[in-house]
Structure formats: structure tokens, C-alpha cells
């Protein structure tokens, strides 16, 4: 009898389990996957980074497959471009997502390559219409100040996504699209110098 | 001494008036957009002179390449991390009373007696600042200069400058580290005391110090940058922008504004 009603309290628990983590949070209250995206990305980076002794391309090819997951590239793109977006014909944009995906992996995932034991803690979040703000810290392993770290996720479909990510107040997003807004400019407006500048500096 | 300390705070006075005026006249002027795109972009640059702004960072980089990073790179080999973190701690001790002075400026009464206890705990138990007891004890520390105090009285940034020497800036950021030169109490109790070098030696100090701690990120952003004059400036803005909303890591946690460039565009939303 006994055995039989703790069985029946663990199916219950459960299923309390399995309901309330498919049930739609009330108002107000921030969705749980957001963060837990942010925490999944968080620790396969580290383990990613942890592995010293990895090759400088399986490194990008591993950081690559994290951006594919975690990132919602095309949206990124077309906020990175911004008014240059409208004006670019399908092969211009189609060519600007590939190179831009490139050029985040050839800057970003060399400045991974100094990690030396720093962990990654998601401390919060925030609704932010479908999406949310996720707050998270990296704690340096010699002390010093945490470095904090915003992630905007917003939804696409049935996912949740990552549009943009700030640190210590500084946009991804913000800064390349200023970047590459100035490179556009001093080419006479031209998107095609952007590209061809993008495709030297990505290529190896 | 005290009389000496009150002959050199009268010129400050004195400058406080046409500095300020100066700071926000400058400030006012946002330049004309370049291009039709500018007019509507919220991300446009506002940096009327930029070729000379980027001239100018010419001339930085070199120094930078030849001077300050093989400086950095010395210091960095000579000196262990702990006497490097001493050197650190106790530079940001020494501005203490000029973090105090703008907490108060900007009113800002908790953050004015986090600095105060800092300073004394630092002081005291620190060794005259080298260790930071006080982060030990959870009280963070905190910058603040005139230029964010200008900021917090709603003087506008203006357009961009890049200094010679002292790199990014804005005429408001520009008008501050003016006000700092001539209000610092550690630098004017120096010259007061005849020690006018020692000031100059704080400076270099404590500009090789923060240089060493950042060599493979600049040389990172610089390899990587399509265009390094604009990330510095993008980069140089946005962290401005942050440190005047008091965003650090005290502020930080769930419900933290969401960060953005002022003026505040809205944020990129997904297209329907």
C-alpha cells in the first residue's frame, strides 16, 4: 500500500512537473526558457573555452554551430545594416548575412582564446514584449568587478532567440552597425566596398 | 598650508564660470548631418570633423605604438599582479575626493557615502590605498568625473573629438577633464608643496597601468576592426553612455534598464 501511494505521489509530481513547464506564464512574469537558453549557450561556451588544447578552426567551427543555435543571424544582419538594408538588392543581402556570420566568428572567437577559468552566472531577467532581457555575470577567477553581460532574446516561432547581446552597456549590434555604417560612408554610400572589405578581412 | 590651499582654490573658481559656459555652447553644436541618411539615422556619428578627428587618432596610434604600449608591455614584464593591483588601487584611492565631490554634484547621496567608506576603510586599513580592503567587504568601487556630472545636469555630449594624447572625447567629456586639472586636491596639494612633478608622474602612471591591462584587447579589436576609427568612436560612446546612467555592477540584476545609446532609438524588433 505504502510503496504504491509514493509512486503515486511521483506521478503526480510529475506531471505538476511536465505542466507547469509547458503552461504560459501569467503576465508579468518573465518566461523561463529565455534564461535557460542563455544558460545552455553560457555553459557549452565555457566547456567550449575550456578546451585549450582545441585547433584554431574546429574552435571556429564549434563557435559557429553555438551562433547557429543560440543567434538569430538575420535579424541581426538587417538590423546591422540598417538603412542600407532597404536600398541592397537579394544578392547583396544574401551575400551580407553569409559575410556577416563569418566576420562575427573570424572577431569574436578569437577573443574567446584568453579564457582563463572565468564562470558565467545567469543573475535575472526581464519581459520585454514576446522576449525577454536575460542579465547575466562573468566572474573573474583573479577578482575584480564582474563583468556584466545583457542578452536580448526575443521569439521566433516556436524558439527563442538571441537579437543582440551587450556588455558592460556596449551593443553588439550598435557597434558594428556604426562600423560598418562609417565603412559604407567613406565609400561614396557603396555596399559593395563593405562586402569586399568583409571578404578580405574573413578570408584566411 | 591651509593658506597656500585657499590662494590656489580661488583661480579654480575663477575658471568654473567659462569652462562651463564653453563646455555647453560647444556641446550645443550637433554638426549637420552628411548625408540624407544621416538625418534619419539615430546611429548617425555626429562627428562634423572627422577628418581631422581621424587624423588625430593617427597620431595617437603612433604614440600608442611606439611610447605607451612598449611602456605597458615593460611594466607588465617588470612588475608581478599583485604590485600591479597595489599600483592600481592605490591611483584609484588617490581620486577619492574628486569621485566624492561629483557623487555629491549629482546629488547622489548613497554613492557619495560608498566612496567615503572606501576611502577611509582603503586608507586605514589598506595602506595608504594599496590594498582594497573595502571591495573585500562588498563596498564597490565606483568612477565618477565632472564630464558625467555635466552629463547628469543635461549638458548634451556634442560631437565627437578625439583628443591628442587623451584620445575620445566629446566637448562636455573634454570641459570635465579641464575642471579635473584644476580641482584635483591631491594635484593642487602637490604643487602647493612645490612637488609639481609628482602630478605629471600620477598621470603617466596611471596611464601605462590601465594600458597594460587591456594590450591583447586592443590589439584584438584593431586586427579585427574593418575600420578602427569608427569602432574606437562607437565603443568610446556607448561606454560613455553607460557610465552616466550609473550602470555598473551594483545597479545590475533582474529588472536593470534595458541598455541602450542615448538619444534612445528603439530597440531592433523583429519585422512581423
Redesign the interface.
Known amino acids: 500500500m505504502p510503496m504504491q501511494i509514493r509512486r503515486l505521489f511521483l506521478a503526480l509530481g510529475f506531471a505538476a512537473a511536465v505542466v507547469t513547464a509547458a503552461l504560459p506564464t501569467g503576465a508579468g512574469a518573465?518566461p523561463s526558457n529565455p534564461e535557460s537558453l542563455i544558460n545552455d549557450l553560457g555553459s557549452k561556451t565555457i566547456s567550449l573555452l575550456q578546451q585549450k588544447q582545441l585547433a584554431e578552426a574546429d574552435r571556429e567551427k564549434q563557435f559557429r554551430s553555438l551562433l547557429h543555435e543560440g543567434f538569430d543571424m538575420g535579424?541581426?544582419s538587417?538590423?546591422v545594416l540598417?538603412?542600407?538594408w532597404r536600398t541592397a538588392s537579394d544578392q547583396q543581402r544574401q551575400e551580407f548575412v553569409k559575410l556577416f556570420e563569418d566576420y562575427i566568428v573570424?572577431?569574436y572567437s578569437?577573443?574567446f582564446s584568453?579564457y582563463s577559468g572565468e564562470q558565467f552566472k545567469v543573475?535575472?531577467?526581464?519581459q520585454?514584449g514576446?522576449g525577454a532581457?536575460v542579465?547575466s555575470?562573468i566572474l573573474r577567477a583573479?577578482?575584480g568587478?564582474?563583468i556584466?553581460v545583457?542578452w536580448?532574446v526575443?521569439?521566433?516561432g516556436a524558439d527563442f532567440k538571441i537579437?543582440?547581446v551587450?556588455v558592460?552597456?556596449?551593443?553588439l549590434?550598435?557597434?558594428q552597425?556604426?562600423?560598418?555604417?562609417?565603412?559604407i560612408?567613406?565609400n561614396g554610400?557603396q555596399l559593395d566596398a563593405?562586402l569586399k572589405?568583409?571578404r578580405e578581412?574573413t578570408q584566411r | 598650508m591651509r593658506r597656500s590651499f585657499n590662494r590656489s582654490f580661488r583661480p579654480v573658481c575663477r575658471l568654473a564660470g567659462p569652462v562651463l559656459a564653453a563646455a555647453i555652447l560647444l556641446a550645443g553644436c550637433a554638426g549637420t548631418p552628411?548625408?540624407a541618411?544621416d538625418a534619419?539615422?539615430p546611429?548617425?556619428?555626429n562627428d562634423p570633423i572627422e577628418n581631422v578627428n581621424r587624423q588625430i587618432f593617427e597620431f595617437n596610434l603612433a604614440l600608442d605604438r611606439y611610447v605607451l604600449k612598449p611602456t605597458a608591455q615593460a611594466y607588465r614584464w617588470a612588475l608581478p599582479?599583485f604590485a600591479r593591483n597595489g599600483v592600481r588601487n592605490f591611483l584609484y584611492n588617490l581620486s577619492s575626493p574628486l569621485i566624492l565631490a561629483n557623487d555629491a554634484l549629482q546629488a547622489n547621496g548613497e554613492r557619495a557615502g560608498t566612496t567615503f567608506a572606501r576611502f577611509w576603510i582603503n586608507s586605514i586599513l589598506g595602506f595608504g590605498g594599496v590594498q582594497d580592503v573595502a571591495?573585500g567587504l562588498g563596498i564597490?568601487?565606483h568612477d565618477e568625473d565632472y564630464g558625467q556630472t555635466l552629463a547628469v545636469w543635461g549638458v548634451p555630449e556634442g560631437p565627437y573629438l578625439m583628443l591628442p594624447v587623451f584620445g575620445p572625447s566629446n566637448p562636455r567629456d573634454t570641459a570635465g577633464l579641464g575642471a579635473t586639472f584644476v580641482s584635483d586636491p591631491f594635484t593642487l596639494g602637490m604643487n602647493a608643496a612645490g612637488l609639481d612633478y609628482i602630478p605629471y608622474i600620477r598621470s603617466v602612471t596611471s596611464a601605462v597601468d590601465t594600458r597594460s591591462r587591456n594590450i591583447?584587447?586592443f590589439d584584438?579589436i584593431e586586427r579585427?576592426?574593418?575600420?578602427y576609427?569608427?569602432?574606437v568612436?562607437?565603443?568610446y560612446r556607448?561606454?560613455r553612455?553607460?557610465?552616466i546612467?550609473n550602470?555598473?555592477?551594483a545597479a545590475?540584476?533582474?529588472?536593470?534598464p534595458?541598455?541602450?545609446?542615448t538619444p534612445t532609438p528603439a530597440?531592433?524588433q523583429?519585422?512581423p
Open positions: 518573465v535579424q541581426m538587417r538590423f540598417g538603412p542600407y573570424t572577431a578569437g577573443r584568453q543573475v535575472g531577467s526581464r520585454e514576446d532581457l542579465n555575470q583573479n577578482g568587478p564582474p556584466k545583457d536580448r526575443g521569439k521566433e537579437d543582440d551587450v558592460e552597456g556596449v551593443s549590434l550598435v557597434t552597425r556604426q562600423e560598418f555604417a562609417s565603412v560612408q567613406r554610400g563593405l572589405l568583409m578581412k | 552628411k548625408t541618411e534619419d539615422d546611429y548617425a556619428p599582479e571591495t564597490q568601487y591583447e584587447l584584438q579585427t576592426s574593418l575600420d576609427y569608427a569602432t568612436r562607437s565603443l556607448q561606454r553612455a553607460a557610465e546612467r550602470d555598473d555592477a545590475a540584476g533582474a529588472g536593470a534595458a541598455p541602450a545609446l530597440t531592433p523583429r519585422s
